[in-house]
């Protein structure tokens, strides 16, 4: 079963506009941080993708250029594809951009409200162009995307878990909160219904494994690093969950963590053993910008969990942030409605790399190009 795009939609400004305004062709010497002193040579030039509640900006890190990509798609989640195309999920389908978020094409799913995207990245779509890609929907639904169309995924309300699903702001519905792809075996997928359910699949989507008996409930985020491909690290409204075999039993570790509501998760790419989590007191105080008291922790190995407080206000003042791993070792990234901050020593400590002007209310989704 397929759904194609319908209607005509307004494109986002021309690349070259984004590209002089961002300098995505280089970077002069000129060129100011946030603090109005040089360019940072040790930041990265790599341009990121932050999903507000209305809008997709594109920030290039280095220069701490902000600029609106794609204005009033209401976007819900990002994806990047290794091998060039982003992939945007909204409340009436998705998006793909072929030029680093400069502009924006439909993709097909109009009409569904997609709630998390993915990119699979050991599978490769018809004609070797894209890799596979997976989005969720509310209501729950999976949708496999191997060439033009979409195919919905058979037997997931089927589960024996399902009639039990409920998302309490919503609860006659459900959705699917967040798709992780196995690094190591093509076409293994975790899926997190919000709210009930971390399920499996290992073949795109055609069969599936229910929740353990003792597992996350309200997953929100699933990390994985590709040297530990079964070792699986959550951050969920019932607090912090890992599991060591592939999600066939859990453990929940949160020995110093103060609150436990989790919103993202990062796993540090050169040691696997660090995981930064984004955390707040409940849900009502995550996501909203000016009501939200979000802070971050970090833990190595089986040690306890550390509060982060280098680069973070305290007492906690902002949302949970949204996290996502960098190239290098060491290399994380956060954004919340301050703007985008870098870590390069495992989330010990940040820095602000780009300020948002004003302050998004809400930020939906964070992706990293290159």
Not at 224 to 231: L, M, N, R, T, Y
Not at 312 to 324: E, H, R
Request: hydrophobic residues 40%.
């Amino acid at each position: 079963m397929g759904a194609g795009t319908r209607g005509h939609e307004k494109r986002g400004p021309k690349p070259r506009k984004i590209a002089r305004k961002l300098g995505f062709g280089g970077f002069a010497d000129n060129s100011r941080a946030l603090d109005g002193g040089p360019v940072r040579g040790d930041v990265p030039g790599v341009p990121l993708l932050v999903a507000t509640r209305d809008d997709v900006l594109v920030v290039v890190s280095r220069t701490g250029a902000v600029a609106t990509a794609a204005a009033g798609i209401r976007p819900t989640c990002l994806a990047v594809d290794p091998a060039g195309a982003v992939w945007c999920g909204t409340q009436d389908g998705v998006r793909r951009s072929g030029d680093d978020g400069a502009t924006w094409e439909p993709a097909g799913l109009a009409g569904e409200h997609v709630t998390a995207v993915a990119t699979s990245p050991g599978e490769r779509a018809s004609g070797g162009a894209d890799a596979v890609v997976y989005a969720g929907t509310e209501p729950s639904a999976l949708w496999r995307r191997a060439s033009g169309d979409w195919e919905r995924s058979p037997g997931l309300l089927d589960l024996p878990s399902a009639p039990t699903w409920s998302f309490p702001p919503k609860p006659e519905t459900h959705h699917v909160r967040w798709i992780a792809c196995d690094p190591s075996r093509a076409g293994r997928l975790y899926v997190a219904i919000e709210a009930g359910a971390l399920v499996t699949t290992p073949d795109g989507g055609r069969t599936w494994t229910d929740r353990p008996a003792v597992a996350p409930f309200d997953t929100h985020e699933l990390a994985i690093h590709p040297e530990q491909p079964d070792a699986l690290k959550v951050s969920a409204g019932d607090g912090y969950w890992e599991s060591a075999d592939a999600g066939a039993s859990w453990s929940s570790p949160e020995d110093g963590l103060e609150v436990t509501y989790l919103r993202s998760v990062a796993i540090d790419p050169g040691d696997p053993e660090v995981v930064v989590v984004s955390a707040a007191s409940h849900a009502h105080s995550a996501y909203m910008s000016g009501r939200s008291d979000g802070r971050l922790y970090r833990r190595e190995g089986n040690g306890r969990w550390g509060r982060v407080r280098d680069g973070w206000p305290d007492p906690p003042a902002t949302i949970a942030p949204l996290l996502a791993a960098g190239a290098a070792p060491g290399e994380l990234w956060a954004a919340d409605e301050r703007g985008v901050h870098r870590s390069e020593d495992g989330g010990r400590s940040w820095d602000a790399v780009a300020a948002f002007e004003p302050a998004p209310a809400w930020l939906r989704g964070l992706a990293l190009i290159g």
